[in-house]
């Protein structure tokens, strides 16, 4: 890819989330890109304005969960001229198929953007044991 | 209705006028708001890439963009009269060649927008931020556009 293409504009994905909001506000899902090799699986999501401290990572029964707070953006006195985006909480899930070494998560924060490293748990059945002569 | 195109020349006096025109739909439009008790103004589709918010305070405007995974030095600003230009490109570095992805929502690529602010602002006055990946431009406005305080003199 060397022609790099030019970016749409488009607005943010609002959801509905019924039930589980317990503060006013609106919830966007962030975009991800997910990947994997065979060691590990690696997820990464834009969520601009959230701070390392605001930013929760749940992985239970296979589902992974993330949300994330943004503080409001103006200062006080500030009044509205053009408004294109808001901001509120952000918060996705998904169900992992493969088992995770829990303990190996890795988590980074950088510029917006998180960089989640699930490192995959070696199963049992690829060990080899060797037979010793008696 | 805040954005400009490149195309055209800024001494080209229609260009004016319909900035003033749309100045005057806008304005028109935060009247209605605030007839129907709505707070500020409405959510708009972004023109283009990126959103944009603006705001204002007594002294300055303050042009808010989102570009998560973006550096400083990918980001290229440019006042020019009322107008703010924000041009850049967003890169998404490869992760190997021995990836396999199941999703793949995030973009790159390059993306050049101009926003026209509501008044006068002092070109040399700006200030700009990038916090974890959101884009702050504070710009002064001019002495022109300030609301001025008029003390009442009893005589």
Redesign the interface.
């Known amino acids: 890819m060397t022609e790099?293409?030019?970016?749409?504009?488009?607005?943010?994905h609002e959801v509905a989330t019924a039930g589980e909001q317990t503060r006013p506000g609106p919830v966007f899902t962030p975009?991800?890109?997910?990947?994997?090799?065979d060691e590990e699986l690696?997820l990464?999501a834009?969520?601009?304005?959230?701070?390392a401290d605001d930013v929760a990572i749940d992985l239970n029964d296979g589902v992974l969960t993330l949300s994330g707070d943004v503080k409001p953006?103006?200062?006080p006195?500030?009044?509205?001229?053009?408004?294109?985006?808001?901001t509120g909480r952000y918060h996705r899930q998904f169900a992992l198929s493969d088992a995770i070494d829990q303990d190996k998560i890795d988590a980074k924060?950088?510029?917006?953007?998180l960089r989640l490293t699930l490192p995959k748990a070696r199963k049992a059945v690829s060990r080899q044991i060797a037979v010793k002569a008696g | 209705m805040l954005t400009r195109n490149m195309f055209g020349l800024p001494s080209m006096g229609w260009r004016n006028t319909l900035a003033d025109l749309e100045n005057l739909t806008r304005r028109m439009e935060l009247l209605t708001d605030a007839m129907l008790g709505r707070p500020g103004a409405r959510l708009m589709m972004p023109k283009a890439f990126p959103a944009i918010n603006i705001t204002e305070d007594k002294d300055k405007y303050y042009v808010r963009a989102e570009l998560p995974g973006m550096k400083a030095e990918d980001i290229n600003l440019e006042v020019f009269g009322r107008n703010l230009a924000i041009t850049g490109e967003r890169k998404i570095p490869s992760e190997g060649e021995n990836v396999r992805y199941h999703r793949r929502e995030r973009e790159a690529g390059r993306f050049s927008r101009i926003v026209t602010l509501p008044g006068d602002v002092d070109a040399d006055s700006v200030d700009a931020k990038l916090v974890n990946g959101l884009l702050t431009v504070a710009i002064a406005k001019s002495a022109a556009a300030k609301a001025k305080q008029i003390t009442v003199k009893a005589s």
């Open positions: 790099s293409k030019e970016l749409q504009a488009k607005a943010k975009e991800v890109d997910i990947f994997e090799t690696t990464l834009d969520m601009p304005g959230v701070t953006l103006e200062g006195g500030e009044t509205d001229v053009l408004v294109e985006f808001e924060l950088e510029d917006g953007v």
